[in-house]
């Protein structure tokens, strides 16, 4: 029987479909048998921006009159950037890749939910990387303030709507964070308020990672975040920005992820 979900949200950029993999790996090498009682639900919100990203490439890099360098490098800013400013671009619209990304969350959760039917306390533990941090950040916030694919909740029962806004949430783990860019240039920065006493955050970045950011500091709403830096990676990525990459496999984040596990188990 299932007893505890756990769900994911991958970062920017090109995903692959098992960005979780080294994380997965992780957690069965120290929960063992117990593995079996989590709801492993992995969010695959990228298709919904990828799709256009793939178009835009083959317009521009098809064009024989196109003259452009470095092509890697422009595809990788192309599929990592771009996926930030199209989410905020159709948040402010209400439609979209925005919605998509949240319907992809909230499709997860029902999926959880329904394997923890026989469970009195469905208690919920979310680890998001890098833009999945924003993404996550954007839904407890629709949820708290019924905004978006929160406002018309009719034919969900009371029980579901609860678990599906989040309100058993007990621990957030956020990883090479990047919210403080996209509430960079507002005057008044507000956080998500907490869904219950209980509820924890860890926000994890390496101070090599120049995408990944405390977020305490970024006003009292904030507060609610315990930051930690860590140093993530191994010899050739740990003292760079490829270090943005490493934190699925990190020590760091599993040992404390599996310890919140461990103790929902019981």
């Given at each position: 029987m299932k007893k505890v979900a756990l769900v994911t949200l991958h970062g920017m950029g090109k995903i692959k479909p098992n960005?979780?993999?080294d994380l997965e790996k992780?957690?069965?090498k120290r929960l063992g048998d117990r593995w079996s009682q989590i709801s492993f639900q992995n969010v695959q919100y990228a298709p919904a921006m990828q799709k256009p990203q793939d178009a835009l490439w083959k317009d521009v890099n098809g064009e024989p009159n196109n003259d452009i360098d470095s092509s890697r490098l422009r595809k990788f800013?192309?599929?990592?950037?771009?996926?930030a400013s199209s989410l905020e671009h159709s948040a402010q619209r209400g439609e979209g890749t925005y919605l998509a990304a949240q319907k992809a969350i909230q499709?997860?959760?029902k999926r959880a939910y329904r394997d923890l039917k026989n469970v009195n306390d469905k208690h919920v533990v979310i680890i998001a990387q890098s833009l999945g941090c924003q993404v996550i950040s954007n839904y407890l916030w629709d949820a708290q303030k019924g905004k978006n694919i929160f406002k018309n909740t009719d034919g969900i029962a009371p029980d579901e709507l609860k678990f599906l806004k989040l309100k058993s949430l007990k621990?957030?783990?956020?990883t090479g964070c990047n919210i403080p860019i996209f509430v960079g240039g507002m005057t008044t920065r507000k956080c998500f308020s907490k869904p219950h006493g209980d509820f924890k955050w860890d926000?994890?970045?390496?101070p090599d990672d120049a995408l990944g950011w405390p977020v305490r500091q970024l006003g009292k709403t904030f507060e609610i975040a315990n930051d930690h830096d860590i140093n993530a990676g191994g010899l050739i990525t740990?003292?760079?920005p490829l270090s943005h990459g490493q934190y699925w496999s990190d020590r760091n984040v599993i040992k404390p992820l599996s310890n919140t596990l461990e103790g929902l188990l019981g």
């Amino acid at each position: 029987m299932k007893k505890v979900a756990l769900v994911t949200l991958h970062g920017m950029g090109k995903i692959k479909p098992n960005y979780f993999g080294d994380l997965e790996k992780g957690l069965k090498k120290r929960l063992g048998d117990r593995w079996s009682q989590i709801s492993f639900q992995n969010v695959q919100y990228a298709p919904a921006m990828q799709k256009p990203q793939d178009a835009l490439w083959k317009d521009v890099n098809g064009e024989p009159n196109n003259d452009i360098d470095s092509s890697r490098l422009r595809k990788f800013f192309l599929y990592s950037f771009s996926d930030a400013s199209s989410l905020e671009h159709s948040a402010q619209r209400g439609e979209g890749t925005y919605l998509a990304a949240q319907k992809a969350i909230q499709m997860k959760l029902k999926r959880a939910y329904r394997d923890l039917k026989n469970v009195n306390d469905k208690h919920v533990v979310i680890i998001a990387q890098s833009l999945g941090c924003q993404v996550i950040s954007n839904y407890l916030w629709d949820a708290q303030k019924g905004k978006n694919i929160f406002k018309n909740t009719d034919g969900i029962a009371p029980d579901e709507l609860k678990f599906l806004k989040l309100k058993s949430l007990k621990h957030l783990i956020t990883t090479g964070c990047n919210i403080p860019i996209f509430v960079g240039g507002m005057t008044t920065r507000k956080c998500f308020s907490k869904p219950h006493g209980d509820f924890k955050w860890d926000n994890y970045y390496d101070p090599d990672d120049a995408l990944g950011w405390p977020v305490r500091q970024l006003g009292k709403t904030f507060e609610i975040a315990n930051d930690h830096d860590i140093n993530a990676g191994g010899l050739i990525t740990s003292w760079n920005p490829l270090s943005h990459g490493q934190y699925w496999s990190d020590r760091n984040v599993i040992k404390p992820l599996s310890n919140t596990l461990e103790g929902l188990l019981g």
